[in-house]
């Protein structure tokens, strides 16, 4: 497996809350993910953990996750509030596969700094860390994992990604190495690959400074008073918000906040 490797001067870890295992195991349990998720399956041979979604046929995002690499089966970590409906969806897609779809209990420990042996580094940022699967370990100071999220621009379920809705490259998916272009088909591969081959995305999310009161899922109007995005998850002075590019220029305002546009965060690229 592809070890942990973040260096950060401080070292913080905790069971992670709110979180899923789904077990998939069989002899084709492999080429059953590779034909359903946006991400290569087969990566987890030398990466050990890889990120991906599922996504409708029309390219919305149903539900990310994490698949870890175990010598008989390919873990699922996902939502709580999302696992429900991903085991209803991965078993209606089983048909013939040989594959058999259960949930697992296991513990899952989610840290910065110095990584214990045999955790993974989460592929999506190295702000985000690394990950422990099979053991609940707490040490050190808690980490303000949505401050962590801001810096680096990493989207979550129930926050950033609504199920039905967003679309992953708007949500950063590409930088976030949670999609691949040359694997093949995959549910939603169609309408992903066309956005892809646009010359650039008109709107996604990106990280804004902001000074004053607003509260998550204010609307967000340009320096003109037009309609331009969504505030999300804020910490501190910078905050995560769903814009339109073309309307995103100058001073924004959200409840009583103004916001701009933190280009220098080369969080779009």
Same mark, same amino acid.
Not at 47 to 53: D, H, L, N, S, T
């Given at each position: 497996m592809h070890p942990a490797t973040h260096t950060a001067a401080r070292t913080g870890c905790a069971p992670a809350p709110g979180r899923a295992i789904l077990s998939v195991?069989?002899?084709? *349990?492999?080429?059953?993910?590779?034909g359903l998720v946006t991400n290569d399956v087969n990566r987890l041979a030398a990466? !050990? &953990?890889?990120? #991906?979604?599922l996504l409708t046929p029309q390219g919305k995002y149903l539900a990310d996750f994490f698949l870890i690499a175990q010598p008989d089966a390919v873990l699922v970590d996902t939502s709580e509030a999302l696992a429900e409906d991903l085991m209803k969806r991965l078993t209606l897609y089983r048909l013939r596969s040989k594959v058999t779809i259960e949930r697992v209990e296991m513990a899952v420990t989610r840290g910065i700094g110095q990584a214990p042996e045999g955790a993974l580094s989460d592929p999506r940022h190295p702000a985000m860390g690394w990950r422990l699967y099979g053991q609940a370990l707490t040490q050190g100071d808690p980490v303000d994992w949505d401050a962590q999220r801001?810096? /680096?621009?990493? $989207?979550?379920?129930? #926050?950033?990604l609504v199920p039905g809705e967003s679309y992953i490259l708007e949500q950063g998916f590409e930088r976030l190495a949670g999609v691949d272009f040359r694997k093949g088909c995959y549910v939603g591969q169609e309408v992903t690959a066309r956005m892809h081959h646009k010359t650039e995305l008109r709107k996604g999310l990106v990280r804004v400074v902001i000074e004053g009161a607003a509260?998550? !899922? /204010? $609307? &967000?109007?340009?320096a003109d008073g037009k309609a331009a995005g969504v505030l999300h998850t804020r910490a !501190?002075? *910078? #905050?995560l918000a769903w814009l339109r590019h073309d309307r995103a220029e100058g001073a924004m305002q959200a409840e009583q906040a103004v916001l701009h546009w933190d280009k220098d965060a080369n969080t779009t690229t």
């Open positions: 195991s069989g002899p084709d *349990r492999l080429s059953f993910l590779q990466q !050990g &953990i890889v990120y #991906a979604a801001v810096q /680096a621009c990493v $989207p979550e379920t129930g #926050a950033e509260e998550p !899922g /204010a $609307p &967000i109007s340009s !501190g002075n *910078r #905050a």
